[in-house]
């Protein structure tokens, strides 16, 4: 049994050790925001935070983050209370097929606590998931609009929320 934090709650999961935690959050919990993309890590539709993180874990293998905290996409906000980046993933309608855009969302909140005002240049050196789509351009403005929201609300960027 494997002991971690999922999304604010304890949580122990009987799975092997070298089990990728990807698999362990969709086969073995049900939470199937998370995709699978590469397998490889280099996408990043797999992306996740782990101890506040901005974690890949298609490869990472669950005994990893034992004792550790996991937040998915499902832990990053509430339908009543959207994360500043999912609120500006709406606003700015960002997603096309929106299959990775739960990787790329928690890539930005990440980003988003150590680069609270960033300008294109560190955008485009520390986001590098793929967004098959190509929907870029929408992407950078939400991450502008989310950074700006953060830097009004101290609370909220504070939280992480």
Same mark, same amino acid.
Request: hydrophobic share 40%.
């Given at each position: ?26 086969? $073995? ?5 998370? $995709? ?76 988003? $606590? ?26 950078? $403005? ?20």
């Amino acid at each position: 049994m494997i002991s971690f934090t999922l999304n604010g709650e304890p949580i122990q999961v009987d799975a092997p050790d070298d089990m990728p935690l990807l698999w362990v959050l969709r086969d $073995k919990i049900g939470l199937t925001g998370t $995709k699978y993309g590469c397998g490889m890590a280099l996408c990043g539709a797999c992306t996740v935070h782990i101890d506040g993180s901005a974690t890949r874990c298609c490869v990472l293998p669950i005994v990893a983050v034992a004792g550790k905290a996991v937040t998915t996409i499902e832990g990053l906000g509430t339908e009543a209370n959207l994360h500043a980046v999912q609120q500006a993933w709406i606003d700015e309608q960002v997603p096309q097929c929106g299959y990775c855009q739960p990787g790329m969302i928690m890539a930005v909140a990440s980003f988003l $606590k150590t680069t609270p005002d960033p300008d294109d240049a560190a955008i485009n050196e520390a986001i590098t998931n793929i967004c098959r789509c190509g929907t870029y351009p929408r992407i950078r $403005k939400a991450i502008h609009r989310a950074a700006a929201a953060l830097r009004a609300s101290p609370a909220a960027a504070a939280s992480g929320t």
